[in-house]
């Protein structure tokens, strides 16, 4: 008798802990062997040992399960509850103040970015999600971007006339047209085939995500720019996320500080990883811009600033400069 109440009583909480468990479908565009690929895989396990199995993250890479831009309105309509979208996609949600991270040549370095990201002026910035029904848990860092083509990248004149493809955001598109080139916005899994069959002629994008996408066998020429910055916010559905036990996500937000503390720290190493994946590979060839070529980018882009101050707000813009140093005025 005592055993059969025993039995019971186990089978009720198996019963009961496989259908209170909860499922987070947690989407992205990018290949698993990338710094966000890993890092979602990394909190997806986080979460389901810190909630003790309550919780199962389900992570689909490789726009498995959507698009760039319907990823964004699949997390607003509750179909996924977490994503972890490049920051120039709050700019088409109408959250301008992000395009802030697209302006060329922002930042020197990751500390530089930190101060900003792990700071009050980024914490600031996720909190504006709210209206949208978003809630910002953090920023994942992935590196700066480079730009690839067919013939060589040193001056800007080797800039003009080609076709790059970009990810939706005006400030990019400034940036392309301040060199002379052609933007092209197009979804990040659309882009192999577009440089593949000439739809596009180049490209810009941190070396892992180049890389992992093998951009690097359809491309003759990287030129490692370093010109601007490639980064996430991992954002959840906030009438999901509020409406979790306050046990449950206290763990989650415990395993999202550590997946973001491990995200941060490979970031660079994948993409120096990379790097050596593209040189190996021997089918694009790299070229490190000379000090002066890099100042002569910098310089053709420095008027991207001005003109697209306004859309970003001179509020936001002052904190980064205050944050980084730069100042286009001076070059
Ligand atoms: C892109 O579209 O180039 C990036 O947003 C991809 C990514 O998520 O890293």
Request: net charge positive.
């Amino acid at each position: 008798m005592k055993l059969k109440t025993i039995l019971a009583a186990a089978l009720l909480a198996i019963g009961l802990s496989a259908s209170a468990q909860t499922v987070i479908k947690f989407s992205h565009v990018v290949a698993a062997d990338t710094p966000k690929g890993k890092a979602s895989e990394f909190f997806a396990k986080k979460a389901n040992e810190l909630t003790k199995g309550k919780v199962k993250v389900e992570v689909y890479a490789n726009s498995a399960l959507y698009k760039d831009k319907e990823e964004m309105e699949a997390l607003q309509i509750g179909s996924v509850q977490m994503l972890a979208p490049s920051l120039a996609k709050f700019g088409p949600l109408g959250v301008k103040e992000f395009e802030a991270f697209d302006f060329p040549f922002m930042f020197d370095d990751t500390a530089e970015l930190h101060t900003i990201t792990q700071g009050p002026v980024g914490a600031a910035m996720l909190a504006k999600l709210e209206p949208k029904g978003i809630k910002g848990l953090a920023y994942w860092d992935n590196g700066f971007k480079s730009f690839s083509a067919n013939t060589p990248m040193k001056m800007p004149a080797d800039y003009k006339g080609k076709k790059f493809r970009i990810q939706s955001s005006k400030v990019l598109e400034e940036q392309i047209r301040s060199i002379g080139g052609i933007a092209q916005v197009m979804a990040f899994s659309e882009v192999y085939q577009a440089l593949q069959t000439g739809v596009v002629d180049g490209t810009e994008n941190p070396i892992s995500n180049f890389y992992t996408q093998k951009m690097h066998e359809v491309q003759k020429h990287l030129s490692i720019t370093n010109h601007g910055y490639l980064g996430y916010a991992v954002i959840v559905n906030k009438k999901f996320w509020d409406a979790l036990p306050a046990d449950v996500r206290g763990q989650l937000e415990q395993a999202m500080k550590e997946a973001t503390v491990y995200a941060n720290k490979i970031a660079q190493e994948e993409n120096d990883l990379s790097l050596a994946g593209v040189k190996k590979s021997g089918k694009t060839t790299v070229y490190e811009p000379t000090k002066e070529e890099r100042l002569a980018l910098k310089k053709a882009m420095a008027p991207v600033h001005i003109k697209m101050a306004d859309r970003v707000g001179k509020e936001t813009l002052q904190e980064f400069y205050k944050a980084t140093g730069f100042d286009p005025a001076k070059l």
